[in-house]
């Protein structure tokens, strides 16, 4: 039986292109002074090239391996002090995917790969609805919300990560609803990033997240789902 849906939600590239990204979605209410927020493109450019450096090296928070029968699955920061860190202050897991990772086996016996989505949420927003809230239901806190997350990839026995995708996403008040969302869609292209299971070794793919909201670092969570079934 194929599982239940659920809703949807290359290479490192030239670092002008991620530095432009970075520089149209500032980190708002924190002076530019701050290292977080440089005040001109040359140093956002800097800044994104040594975090992509920087949180490719380092051990990571947590470790998740994959199963079958994927649907989705969260890791969560605990808190925001990973965003007070030197080095890469972000909030680093890593997802190992053998042959079976997110896979299924129907009647007739031949096991069915499917599409595993990765990125960064907010997790448990002190202004959400509910525990594990993701977004803020103060207008003010969702115009001030800003999420962050690198994705690397690289095989087991490789010793260094590729990196693969930077996305900054900021919050986005809607009045008719009286809600808030986050721009972009990391769970479809040219936002989304997805693989299948490798067809030998393990393949490990590195998801490292930062979420501030006005000027406090908050808890973060990488995400992994299954894509929806057409």
């Known amino acids: 039986m194929r599982k239940q849906n659920i809703a949807a939600l290359s290479a ?5 292109v991620l530095a432009t990204t970075f520089a149209q979605e500032p980190y708002p209410d924190v002076p530019s002074t ?5 005040s ?5 450019t800097t800044l994104v090239t040594t975090l992509v450096s920087s949180c490719a090296k380092v051990q990571p928070d947590a470790e998740y391996f994959i199963p079958e029968n994927l649907v989705e699955h969260i890791v969560p920061s605990g808190s925001g002090a990973y965003g007070y860190r030197k080095g890469c202050p972000l909030w680093v897991v890593d997802f190992s995917l053998n042959s079976k990772s997110n896979t299924y086996l ?13 990125y960064g949420v907010p997790h448990d927003l002190p202004s959400s609805l509910s525990a594990g809230g993701e977004n803020p239901i103060v207008q003010v806190d969702c115009q001030r919300l800003r999420v962050e997350h690198f994705i690397y990839k690289k095989f087991k026995h490789e010793s260094a990560f590729v990196f693969q995708k ?3 996403r900021k919050g986005v008040w809607q009045g008719s609803q009286n809600g808030c ?5 990391p769970a479809t292209p040219p ?9 030998a070794n393990v393949l490990v793919i590195r998801v490292a997240t930062r979420v501030k909201l ?5 808890e973060a969570a990488a995400k992994i789902h299954d894509l929806p079934i057409p």
């Open 34 to 38: 701050t290292p977080d927020v440089p």
């Open 166 to 168: 930077h996305l900054t």
């Open 191 to 199: 936002d989304g990033f997805r693989v299948e299971a490798p067809e």
């Open 214 to 218: 006005r000027t406090s670092w908050q």
């Open 12 to 16: 490192w590239g030239a670092s002008a």
């Open 40 to 44: 001109t493109t040359e140093s956002r």
């Open 181 to 185: 969302i986050l721009t972009k869609d």
């Open 106 to 118: 129907p009647p007739n016996g031949q096991r069915i790969p499917e599409k595993t989505v990765f």
